[in-house]
């Protein structure tokens, strides 16, 4: 079993990475953050799973083993294969899927392409008991928060996902300036900056 992976990217599309780890190149299908942000040349680490074909062998990969976990979660459910299962992880977050099972709500999967009402339906159930919501700060919004929140909402409306979009921003927030954190648009500049262009 391979449970992860550390080297340099060789190459990288909307779904997918090529990790060159000792000399032997890796072909990894990973969520929509992971590809966004992985630049050729760089040093990446990915929790992996290991997917068991009769005719293939398939690579999974993930920024963190949270995702890494509830992606072993989502393909134990009736109907939902590893590419559903990266699909959902390419548009929510570990918490909004522990949120959405908690509140029995399967509008978030229904809205994922490949997941269809009934299939929706049974992650919320089969999932339920399994995945628990983190409780959030009890802390008063700050202007940064929000300015990082409207840099999200940008983003969305630019046609990257919510997912992609609330990493991203909060990765460029954690990096910025104080100057850059107090307004949109400068916080938003070097967001777009991290992202470079939008795959399709």
Same mark, same amino acid.
């Given at each position: 079993?391979i ?9 990288a599309?909307?779904?997918? %990475?090529?990790?060159?780890?000792? @000399?032997?190149?890796?072909?990894v ?10 630049? &050729? ?28 976990? &509830?992606? @072993?979660?989502? &393909?134990? %459910? ?18 909004? &899927? ?13 809205r994922?392409?490949?997941? @269809?009402?009934?299939?929706?339906k ?9 995945v ?12 940064a ?11 969305? @409306? ?25 307004? %949109? ?9 991290l ?6």
């Open positions: 079993m449970s992860s992976l550390h080297g340099v990217v060789l190459h599309t909307a779904d997918q %990475v090529v990790l060159e780890v000792g @000399g032997v190149g890796f072909s299908a990973v969520p929509s953050d992971v590809a966004h942000t992985a630049t &050729i040349g760089s040093q990446l680490r990915l929790h992996t799973n290991l997917v068991v074909r009769e005719d293939a062998l398939s690579l999974y990969g993930f920024a963190d083993r949270d995702e890494l976990e &509830i992606f @072993g979660l989502l &393909i134990s %459910v009736t109907g939902v294969g590893p590419k559903s299962a990266l699909g959902v992880l390419s548009h929510l977050t570990v918490d909004q &899927i522990a949120e959405a099972v908690t509140a029995e709500d399967d509008a978030p999967f229904r994922v392409s490949g997941i @269809g009402p009934k299939t929706a049974l992650i919320v159930v089969q999932l339920a008991g399994k628990h919501a983190t409780a959030p700060a009890a802390t008063t919004p700050t202007a928060a929000t300015v990082v929140d409207q840099v999200a909402a940008a983003l969305v @409306g630019l046609g990257w996902s919510e997912k992609v979009a609330a990493d991203a921003a909060a990765q460029t927030a954690a990096e910025a300036t104080e100057a850059e954190r107090a307004a %949109v648009a400068p916080l938003l500049r070097r967001t777009l900056a992202l470079g262009p939008a795959r399709v």
